[in-house]
């Protein structure tokens, strides 16, 4: 007789998916960013416990608890019946997803930009743009739009880095405080513009860029100069090289 894979398993992978208290992790660098940044793991699995080992060995060798044993062996059938496409690394994992508090986010008084990704059409892009946020020290990042920021496909992208600081989604422009900055062609050009304090840096997509509505109420305007016939960046391009500009100018 053939032994069935487990249901229930391959159950609460499926529900996950579209439980927005938890994400699903695919992959060795998102599930090492994870755990580095605190995350609440609920479920690891993988089909090859030593190889995951190894892999611990040589990437996160900081991490002291060992992820093989926290791992559950699963056979190869149903680990690959638990994505749609089968990370790699032969990992994956179920996690708590952090309540952030999108208030006091933006009230946040240290002089620390956010980074707002206003209805981007790309989960890739935003994950992308997350881990360009977390590595160059933004505060958090703000998404709007119906793409969720924790989605596995964005979690892969950004390697987990969602974990690393505040990513909150938002229906639309959040009100407050901060001065708003509108990453946009007809502003003034990089690197005379001087990033002010608790600014909240404002991306459009790569093929309308922002909406006029937040051009009107935005306080500053800003482009990234770039050489003839080339007309857009990419979107987590566009935002390291911003925060970059920002952080770079913090050095004494």
Known sequence: MVAMPNPTLHDRFYNAR?????????????????FRFGAELLEVVSPDPSALADLQSEYAPDIKTPFKDLAQPVSEELFDRLAPVRPPTGVMAIARRPVVDLAALLSNKAPVPVVLLENPRNLFNIGAAVRASAAAGAAGVVNTGNLDPWKPAALTSGVGLQFAIPVAQSESLPQCDRPLVAVDLGG????????????????????????????EVADHRVSIPMENGVSSLNLATSVAVILYHWKLAQQP
């Not at 003034?188 to 937040?214: C, K, V, Y």
């Open 188 to 215: 003034e050009t990089l690197p005379d513009f001087h990033i002010p304090d608790r600014a909240l840096l404002a991306f459009g997509t790569e093929r309308q860029g922002l909406s006029q509505e937040l051009l």
């Open 18 to 34: 579209n439980d927005p208290s938890v994400v699903v992790i695919e992959g060795f660098h998102p599930l090492k960013h994870a």
